[in-house]
């Protein structure tokens, strides 16, 4: 199945169209075709929603996406420094005088080398008040292949599942449930909790 997109502003039009092809066409294959005016953000979401289709295992799409969705914010954010950092602090430290602390990263045990050793998507969604007033921050309503393919629960798990590795939000947006969602977040709380009188 064949489906053309003219220009950027279509691509809410294809989200409506994709969703309704997943419940009424689900084992057909779809080739997207952009024609036109197609920014090079709304050309790598096409490629990321077509690709995401025509993967029938929910698992593995799920996969996809989110390495798909991971991969254009380190480069478009992270790698282009949109947090300002320069020796260390970022924006916000400098603006407000803080001690230099590699931002919100800076006291999580998964900071390796200033980088992020465990791809969490939900931390790539995150930016402080300070960044939030001043510049734009790339939100997760921003994001059409999530909108194709992740429901708003999926989408609450993927805002509040910060500190994370990648296989944690994986399988809470695998279980598509807020129950059990809870019920992992709830058990990370006490932990950390425990955690916190012992140390
Ligand atoms: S989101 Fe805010 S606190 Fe976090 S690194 Fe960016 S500027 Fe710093
Ligand atoms: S899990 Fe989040 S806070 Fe920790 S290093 Fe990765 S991006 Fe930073």
């Keep these: 199945m064949e489906i053309s997109v003219k220009n950027d502003k279509k691509l809410r039009k294809l989200t409506c169209k994709i969703k309704i092809l997943k419940i009424f066409k689900k084992n057909k294959t779809i080739k997207i075709n952009a024609i036109g005016n197609i920014n090079e953000k709304s050309a790598y979401e096409i490629e990321t929603i077509e690709k995401a289709f025509n993967i029938k295992d929910k698992r593995q799409r799920n996969d996809y996406i989110y390495d798909r969705i991971y991969e254009y ?39 390796i080398e200033n980088n992020c050793s465990v791809k969490s998507l939900s931390c790539k969604f995150y930016y402080c008040p300070y960044i939030r007033k001043n510049k734009k921050p790339i939100k997760i309503s921003h994001i059409s292949s999530i909108n194709c393919y992740w429901n708003i629960r999926q989408k609450i798990m993927v805002h509040y599942n910060l500190f994370q590795p990648k296989d944690i939000l994986l399988r809470d947006i695998n279980n598509n449930s807020l129950i059990m969602w809870a019920y992992y977040l709830i058990k990370r709380i006490i932990n950390w909790i425990k955690n916190k009188k012992i140390s």
Excluded at 79 to 86: D, G, L, M, R, V
Excluded at 101 to 107: K, T, Y
């Design 73 to 111: 914010i380190k480069k478009n954010y992270v790698e282009t420094n949109f947090c300002e950092f320069e020796n260390g602090a970022c924006i916000m430290e400098r603006a407000k005088n803080n001690k230099p602390c590699n931002g919100c990263c800076g006291h999580c045990d998964y900071l």
